[in-house]
C-alpha cells in the first residue's frame, strides 16, 4: 500500500474554551452515502441468517414485503472523529474556527 496523504475537512461540532487551551470535537465531513432501507433490510437478513437455503426461502418473500413499502432512503456514512486540545494561542492563530466551521486536518504515518 502506498503512502498517500489524506487532507480531509472535519467539521467543528462543539468547542470548549478552558480559559488557556481550547478543545475542539470535529468529525469528518462527509459526503453522505445514499442507501435505501430496504437494501440495509436485506443486507441485515444475509447476516443474520447463516442458512443459505434458509436465506434463499425467506429472499422472496422478504423481496416482495418490502415492494409493497413506500421506498425510504437513509444517509448512512461511517465517519472518523477528532478531539483535539490545543493552547489558545495556537487556536486563535488558525482564526479562532466556530462551531460548524470546518477545519483541514492532515492525517498520514510518519
Known amino acids: 500500500m502506498g503512502m498517500h496523504n489524506e487532507s ?19 468529525s469528518e465531513d462527509v459526503e ?7 437494501q440495509m433490510m436485506l443486507d441485515a437478513v444475509d447476516k443474520a441468517v447463516a442458512d443459505k437455503d434458509v436465506k434463499d426461502q425467506i429472499r422472496p418473500i422478504l423481496e416482495a414485503i418490502l415492494k ?3 421506498q425510504t432512503i437513509v444517509k448512512t456514512y461511517s465517519q ?3 478531539q483535539i486540545t490545543m493552547p489558545k494561542k495556537r487556536y486563535e492563530k488558525i482564526g479562532s474556527p466556530r ?3 470546518r477545519l483541514i486536518i492532515e492525517i498520514m504515518k510518519a
Open 68 to 70: 409493497s413499502q413506500p
Open 32 to 38: 453522505l452515502e445514499i442507501v435505501s432501507q430496504q
Open 99 to 101: 462551531v460548524g466551521d
Open 80 to 82: 472518523t472523529v477528532i
Open 8 to 26: 480531509i475537512q472535519y467539521r467543528i461540532n462543539q468547542i470548549i474554551d478552558n480559559g488557556a487551551s481550547v478543545n475542539l470535537a470535529l
